[in-house]
């Protein structure tokens, strides 16, 4: 995710970003232009058409569905958006779990017990990262010392991160409550979170997995293109040649506001638009440092 001033207007405007999608709609810009010229000469230079012509009623249709596709892009523009604001609440629920659970461990564990405090100031972190990298799609990378923690040998690289960590911290808690280090009361208040950890897992899972229905946003994509491909016809006799730079701004406006769509409903990619949770990871691995003491 790039970060930058929203209220800077001069950058915003004139600046050419790597996800600006006026590059990605360029050449479909072009060519939009070139046969909007086309229809233009078509019909005023070679079929001699006039404003009397029934042609030029095409543009009520027009009209009207200029009101759908509208409500079609406010729908989809908000799904998306939707997608994007639900994973990044996830992330920061989870980075206030990865507090909470650290801060508790804190004031259970006794500052002398140095071995299970190391443990958890490795463990808690590596959930989060584990997730990250789950939801890039990449395997996991387990990055903890197999020699001071003989358990985190059993992690398998290319099963399910986010699990395998989770399950190992439960396996450690209830260890701990076998051997009297952590009450019965206490086993349930750091089971809850946990459980709570899970729970954001499977969020970002549903949102990773069950994108906009194909059916949608093949429509959406098919109406935007009849649509301006037909906008030529009816409007050539009130705006003449001027239809080669009108129509391709209008796919422009439309076509962006779906690129947009797409790129927004991924949270989890690499792109500039993307949530930043490799940073998030970062930072909730910097707080549990700092809350459990060594």
Same mark, same amino acid.
């Given at each position: 995710?790039?970060?930058?001033?929203?209220?800077?207007?001069?950058?915003?405007?004139?600046?050419?970003?790597?996800?600006?999608?006026?590059?990605?709609?360029?050449?479909?810009?072009?060519?939009?232009?070139?046969?909007?010229?086309?229809?233009?000469?078509?019909?005023?230079?070679?079929?001699?058409?006039?404003?009397?012509?029934?042609?030029?009623?095409?543009?009520?249709?027009?009209?009207?569905?200029?009101?759908?596709?509208?409500?079609?892009?406010?729908?989809?523009?908000?799904?998306?958006?939707?997608?994007?604001?639900?994973?990044?609440?996830?992330?920061?629920?989870?980075?206030?779990?990865?507090?909470?659970?650290?801060?508790?461990?804190?004031?259970?564990?006794?500052?002398?017990?140095?071995?299970?405090?190391?443990?958890?100031?490795?463990?808690?972190?590596?959930?989060?990262?584990? *997730?990250?990298?789950?939801?890039? &799609?990449?395997?996991?990378? !387990?990055?903890? $010392?197999?020699?001071?923690? #003989?358990?985190? =040998?059993?992690?398998?690289?290319?099963?399910?991160?986010?699990?395998?960590?989770?399950?190992?911290?439960?396996?450690?808690?209830?260890?701990?409550?076998?051997?009297?280090?952590?009450?019965?009361?206490?086993?349930?208040?750091?089971?809850?979170?946990?459980?709570?950890?899970?729970?954001?897992?499977?969020?970002?899972?549903?949102?990773?997995?069950?994108?906009?229905?194909?059916?949608?946003?093949?429509?959406?994509?098919?109406?935007?293109?009849?649509?301006?491909?037909?906008?030529?016809?009816?409007?050539?006799?009130?705006?003449?040649?001027?239809?080669?730079?009108?129509?391709?701004?209008?796919?422009?406006?439309?076509?962006? *506001?779906?690129?947009?769509?797409? &790129?927004?409903?991924?949270? !989890?990619?690499? $792109?500039?638009?993307?949530? #930043?949770?490799? =940073?998030?990871?970062?930072?909730?691995?910097?707080?549990?440092?700092?809350?459990?003491?060594?």
């Amino acid at each position: 995710m790039i970060v930058y001033n929203p209220k800077d207007w001069l950058s915003a405007t004139f600046k050419l970003h790597k996800s600006d999608t006026f590059k990605k709609l360029l050449p479909f810009l072009i060519l939009i232009a070139i046969y909007s010229w086309g229809i233009a000469y078509l019909e005023l230079e070679y079929l001699k058409l006039n404003e009397k012509s029934w042609v030029k009623n095409i543009t009520i249709v027009h009209n009207l569905l200029g009101f759908v596709i509208s409500l079609l892009l406010v729908f989809r523009t908000n799904s998306a958006y939707d997608r994007w604001w639900e994973a990044r609440k996830q992330w920061g629920t989870l980075t206030n779990i990865s507090r909470a659970f650290s801060y508790k461990l804190n004031a259970i564990l006794s500052e002398e017990d140095k071995v299970n405090r190391s443990f958890f100031r490795k463990a808690i972190p590596l959930f989060a990262e584990t *997730l990250y990298d789950f939801l890039r &799609s990449d395997y996991t990378k !387990f990055m903890l $010392d197999e020699n001071e923690h #003989p358990e985190l =040998k059993s992690l398998d690289s290319k099963k399910h991160g986010p699990n395998q960590v989770s399950n190992m911290i439960f396996q450690k808690i209830n260890e701990l409550y076998n051997t009297g280090i952590v009450s019965g009361d206490q086993l349930i208040i750091l089971n809850e979170e946990i459980v709570s950890m899970t729970k954001v897992c499977g969020a970002c899972e549903r949102i990773k997995n069950t994108p906009i229905p194909l059916s949608y946003s093949a429509f959406i994509k098919k109406f935007i293109i009849f649509y301006t491909m037909t906008l030529p016809i009816g409007y050539v006799f009130s705006i003449g040649y001027f239809v080669a730079v009108a129509v391709p701004f209008i796919l422009y406006v439309l076509a962006s *506001l779906e690129l947009i769509g797409e &790129s927004i409903e991924e949270p !989890f990619g690499v $792109d500039q638009d993307d949530l #930043p949770i490799d =940073k998030i990871a970062t930072n909730i691995k910097k707080h549990c440092h700092e809350i459990i003491s060594a």
